[in-house]
């Protein structure tokens, strides 16, 4: 199972000092930087493991400027001169293929999938494309970097570069060389221009003296540090084939070391965030989504009970009063339902244009302020009472597992759980989660805003949202991130159900509706009708061809007078019946 590491921490900005260098050569002078907060955050999202080490030979001189890798390769470039100027390829197991003279004096080096194409930013303000087994370059742009000595990161999946000059990085679009945005704040080495700079697509990286690298989002907020080999003093920086890789280098010659860690995947990033309007009151209890709308309910006394729907944009729609109490939302892609665990044991589907409410179970649940996470592709629901997590078929309303040992957090009643199909996440306070396996077993801590306290969480729309609860209105937030990836295409089958069921209609006695659930062992053709007790046929609900898996009818009796009725259920080798009380 794939699994992520990701960390949104709280905003910080801290300062950086001013290089005492003005030659690349120069780099005696030593000028300290401090940390943010100090020295850094926690060691949280990332755990850099060695995995290689590739000796970066440059006998001709110069420094080990930066490392890119095309799938097949590794691209290694020298800086210092333009006379030190070469290409050096190796493999993926780190041997030397080849070194080729490009006469460029290299400052960053990278590879764009998009184009097949090994850039190098230059000593100047230069940006070019190079043939790493002919030497040939090709100029791009000139004049569109803010400094000769500046270093470049690229994320391929934006097209936009990062250029690194003393603590502020410009923002710059590949398609056009135009400088979009600036930021500034980042922490940077005391070593001449050792202006560093990495990015994973998710995160930006920039490494300071002693190992210590500062992790920041794409907007420039500082996340956290922590610490590589020391044995480098930050001079090169560089992420490639899902590693993040750090430069010893041997100032001159005749080698230098890349060391390349894995534990620094891109994790995290935020796609999404849509206002959750409930100046009606309450509490953000839950987003769905039925791939075309979102759905989002309110908690906190059946008054706050309504359900709002924005487009995938976030726009919103309209606002329908549902008259629930709601704790939790889920969508289900097999009978197409929204259905609502609201305060209580009970669960009920829900019309999000009409706001019309529909009893399925009553008494199902453990707890009235438990908190539901739906599998659509297990057809199993995940109910959470105070770290302990029941699970409940939603064909039967039956519970068939108990698992205990959850984290959860302490405001209130905050026992806040999503799953993604493959893994149960809960929330914590300070924005901390925890990932288990669906059969309870912990796997690792992950991390999402601080702003939000943990009250709820939901995974929808192949996205994990964290709701920034704004207690009692009269907005909160709910922010989707990627990342946590779900089940594959090759999943997306309904469970083949492990026997033959026509459940007891719910609700039963009903006055003018109720709803019939049952499970196909095998697709075939299907009659579902309704008896009085003369054993007349009065209505046919269903008469067609049903793939294998969970169904469910609605009968709309309104028409037809009290008493006692039968439905009854038949395919090509079996039949059942069961007994329903319309009263009004």
Known sequence: MKKTLFALLIFTIFSAFALADTTLEGMDDFVSVSGPGGGGGAITQYNPQLEISITHDFSVGGHSMGIACDGSYYYMINGGSSSYGVILTHNLNGNFVRSVATSLDGRAVFYNPGDGDIYVKVYGHDLYTVNPVSGAT??????IFHDYQSRVAFNPA???????VEGTVYVIELATGNTI???SGFGYGSWGYNWAIATNGAHLFTWTDGGTVYAYDLDGNYEESFTISSGSYGWSLDFANDMLWAAVDANGGPSGVWYGYSG???GLSLVISIIHDFSVGGHSMGIACDGNYYYMVNGGSPSYGVILTHDLNGNFVRS???GLSSRSVFYNRFDGNIYVKAYGEDLYTVDPVMGTATPVYTGIFHNDQSRVAFNPFTQLMYEMVEGTVYVIEIATGNTVDVMT??????WGYNWSIATNG????TWTDGGTVYAYDLDGNFEETLFIPSGSYGWSLDYCNNMLWAADDANYGPNGVWYGYSGVEGPTDVMEEAPAPSEFILSQNYPNPFNASTTIRYSLLQSGPVSISIYNLLGQEVAK??????????HAFTWDAKDFPSGIYFARLKTENRSESIKMALLK
Request: aromatic fraction near 12%; avoid cysteine.
């Open 138 to 143: 090709t100029l791009i742009y000139s004049g």
């Open 158 to 164: 934006t097209q936009l570069m990062y250029e690194m």
């Open 181 to 183: 945005s600036t930021m």
């Open 264 to 266: 620094v995947e891109a």
């Open 320 to 322: 329908v009063a549902i």
């Open 405 to 410: 040992g959850f984290n959860y957090g302490s």
């Open 422 to 425: 493959l893994q149960l996440f």
């Open 541 to 550: 609900l269903s008469e067609e061809m049903q793939e294998a898996g969970q």
